[in-house]
């Protein structure tokens, strides 16, 4: 697999515009806090997009990592079994 953008998110800040901005002509959002996974939809016309910010962004207020873009899909935070399904290992 090839990464084609790396970000530091200590060095550059993401805020609501710029997360909503990485959500553009994307399938679906798949975040992980812990163990738990949210994954959403995100060609239903009825997500909200502060509901969306508040899973992407952390206490801080930048965007959480690592946070991958892998073809039409957006991964937020790390679980190991999110990231078996995702890259089929």
Avoid: C, H, W
Avoid at 23 to 43: F, H, I, P, R, W
């Amino acid at each position: 697999m090839k990464i084609s953008e790396e970000i530091d998110a200590r060095k550059v800040r993401y805020g609501d515009a710029e997360a909503i901005g990485l959500l553009e002509n994307k399938t679906s959002l798949m975040v992980a806090k812990g163990k738990k996974v949210t994954k959403v939809d995100l060609k239903k016309a009825d997500v909200d997009q502060s509901e969306l910010v508040a899973l992407m962004l952390g206490p801080t207020g930048n965007l959480r990592a690592p946070t991958l873009i892998v073809g039409k899909k957006v991964i937020v935070g790390f679980n190991e079994d999110l990231y078996a399904e995702v890259f089929g290992g």
